[in-house]
């Protein structure tokens, strides 16, 4: 229950003053969502972020499968979104006329229940693309292993920032467990609700994890901001 209110917090929260940014910058590369569902009134103009992969020369919407926990339908229950969720498109926050139009779920698994343990542990939906009207530039997967200190950096927006560009927000990897990266912080939010889904990429840009929530390290008993490693995203597209 604790971790459910933790992912839950770091969507519905958000930042309340000005605060600081890395000086780092980056090519536009971070969108946010749009849900449309059959039940109109929880349609989501504007929920969290997500971000353009791709990979063997395909393009694809990257998101994080966590939002399906705080908002959806009481009767879907599953990683399926038969007659629930009409439509799912993305757009940069700055020019919503740039959308990027969904066309399906690749990870749709009707036996995976969204309240499950395990939905977290492949924190991420994968879409194929209907129509693509961004000038959004698309992420590559990193494939080589992080190294102990280095920076890396959470590009998007909180929930409360309503226009201007995407921020970036700066950490030091730490650790890795299972298919957690686990970061120290070094320039971040006041609080990082609205940044789920957002990529999380290194130096030279390239995609290793997508935003998630926290894991406690086992060895200290201290919590960290752990996006969810792009490890299980890119063996999935491997195998597609």
């Known amino acids: ?26 090519e536009e590369i971070t969108l946010v969502n749009k849900i449309d569902f059959f039940d109109t009134k929880l349609n989501q103009p504007k929920f969290s972020c997500g971000f353009l992969l791709q990979f063997n020369n395909q393009t694809y919407a990257v998101t ?5 926990k705080i908002i959806k339908p009481k009767d879907m229950k599953t990683l ?19 959308i990027v139009i969904c066309d399906k779920l690749l990870n749709e698994n009707k036996s995976e229940l969204l309240e499950a343990k395990s939905t977290y542990e492949n924190d ?22 992080l190294i102990a200190g280095e920076k890396l950096y959470a ?4 929930r409360k920032m309503e226009s201007g560009k995407q921020r970036v927000y700066e950490f030091e990897y730490y650790k890795t467990i299972d298919n957690r990266i686990l970061l120290k912080d070094i320039i971040v939010p006041e609080q990082f609700g609205g940044l789920s889904g957002a990529p999380v990429v290194d130096e030279k840009g390239m995609l290793v994890g997508i935003v998630s929530g926290g894991t406690t390290d086992p060895e200290t008993d201290k919590k960290y901001f752990s996006p ?12 597609l």
């Open 124 to 145: 991420w939906l994968l879409f194929s693309i209907k129509e693509n009207h961004s000038k959004i530039k698309p992420l590559q997967i990193r494939t080589s292993a």
């Open 1 to 26: 229950m604790k971790l459910i209110h933790f992912f839950a917090l770091l969507i519905i929260t958000g930042c309340t003053s000005q605060e600081k940014v890395s000086n780092k910058t980056f």
């Open 155 to 158: 590009v998007g927006w909180t």
């Open 228 to 239: 969810c490693s792009a490890t299980s995203l890119l063996s999935f597209l491997e195998k």
């Open 64 to 68: 994080a499968k966590h939002l399906l």
């Open 80 to 98: 399926a979104f038969d007659n629930y969720i009409k439509s799912w498109s993305l757009y940069p926050l700055e020019n919503k006329s740039e």
